[in-house]
């Protein structure tokens, strides 16, 4: 018990020394969980690999949002009741688990074995991480909310860009199968390392989270789904995702057949990392002096035009208008931890988190689902236009929970 205390007291007195740490632990955890991000580059070599069709290697990438958004849950949990460390050591355990797992245990031609072995735990993985690290910063950072995600968002998009280098060289060093193993122990390490490196303030430290805690009123899990913002904001964040995800698994080929060269199609991938870090980065900083809600509803009238120009995009407008709405869309994905903290108070802002993200999992899921069984080809792009305009629309009714602006 001695020896915990020291170590406890210890990361204490670092992290008020250099509390920028806090934000550099989470970037670097976050630049290697964007998956979904870089899927695009590991989506051919999977099918080839493993025996699988187009449609069940685009399902690995649904089904790894369907469990972070179920992860979330978890993993606020964790983070609430055993503090942010806990909860990201288990969330580099479960990360570098699933790729391990990937690379080793799943056979060829099984899709369901392959959603379980690596799907699950990478989602859940990831979830459990991107809440430890969030409420963790947001509260070494409570004036600065925005800020803080916004670093760490950043981030998030940048790991496109990184994992999709690094995976189109472990890929053509060691095959799919090397590839995902030795991402795994890259994973384990980096991810736990970072992750030991969590603790919530204390002291004199804690000042400004407690005096931002004692202004706001704190909802449970139970009261926060009673509220009409719950479901409003649950459900535009299910609206958020068709105008991206349903391009995101293939946009690599969706590129070459509107006429972009091979080179130019891979392009895709990197500048929409790039994009999308710099909307991670950007909006949460603009959602501080314009509010969430107004950041929000400009975001999703963006992602309605923007989804309708898409359908007609060809040649370099296809990178143009993939960029533009990667950039709309992690937007709004990292305004999101800052806005459930306004709405519902940082006390559980974890677990509440979570099932907000619920939405982003059923949309992961339901909607492409829903494509495939209608047939949509084209009409992906109008089916995206149309989600995108709800979302404004219920975010447009959404009033604050705190008496102040949201």
């Excluded at 719950?230 to 535009?236: D, E, F, I, K, V």
């Excluded at 392009?267 to 002096?289: E, N």
């Excluded at 060809?314 to 806005?339: E, K, N, S």
């Amino acid at each position: 018990m001695r020896t915990l205390s020291a170590e406890v007291v210890g990361v204490q007195a670092f992290l008020q020394k250099y509390p920028w740490s806090i934000l550099a632990a989470g970037a670097l955890i976050q630049i290697l969980t964007g998956i979904p991000s870089a899927w695009g580059v590991f989506q051919q070599p999977v099918c080839e690999g493993y025996g699988l069709s187009a449609e069940d290697g685009a399902l690995i990438f649904s089904f790894i949002i369907c469990f972070f958004g179920i992860g979330c849950i978890l993993g606020g949990l964790v983070q609430d009741r055993a503090g942010p460390r806990a909860a990201g050591l288990s969330g580099a355990a479960l990360l570098a688990g699933g790729f391990l797992l990937g690379g080793l245990a799943v056979p060829d031609g099984s899709p369901w074995l392959f959603w379980a072995l690596f799907s699950a735990p990478v989602g859940l993985g990831c979830a459990f991480l991107y809440p430890a690290v969030m409420s963790c910063a947001q509260k070494w950072y409570a004036g600065r909310k925005g800020l803080a995600t916004g670093v760490i968002g950043g981030a998030v998009g940048l790991s496109g860009a990184a994992l999709t280098a690094l995976g189109r060289f472990a890929v053509g060093a060691w095959g799919i199968r090397g590839a995902f193993a030795a991402l795994g122990v890259l994973m384990g390490a980096v991810c736990g390392g970072a992750a030991a490196l969590l603790e919530d303030p204390q002291g004199a430290a804690a000042a400004p989270a407690r005096q931002a805690q004692r202004q706001a009123k704190d909802y449970t899990v139970g009261q926060m789904v009673r509220t009409p913002q719950y479901r409003l904001l649950t459900a535009a964040v299910c609206l958020s995702t068709p105008p991206v995800l349903l391009f995101s698994p293939v946009i690599v080929q969706l590129a070459q057949e509107r006429g972009l060269p091979e080179q130019g199609a891979l392009a895709c991938i990197w500048a929409g990392s790039l994009c999308s870090a710099a909307g991670r980065l950007a909006m949460p900083w603009l959602s501080d002096h314009i509010g969430r809600r107004a950041a929000d509803l400009i975001l999703f009238a963006a992602l309605a035009g923007l989804s309708a120009a898409f359908a007609f995009a060809g040649g370099w407008w296809v990178l143009a208008a993939y960029c533009a709405l990667t950039f709309c869309y992690a937007g709004q994905a990292a305004v999101l931890p800052a806005a459930v903290t306004d709405l519902f108070g940082p006390q559980n802002s974890g677990v509440n988190y979570g099932f907000v993200a619920l939405g982003m999992s059923a949309g992961s899921v339901g909607f492409p689902l829903l494509a495939r069984a209608l047939g949509l080809q084209a009409g992906r792009h109008w089916l995206a236009v149309g989600a995108a305009a709800a979302g404004f629309a219920l975010v447009w009714r959404l009033r604050p929970t705190q008496g102040r602006r949201l």
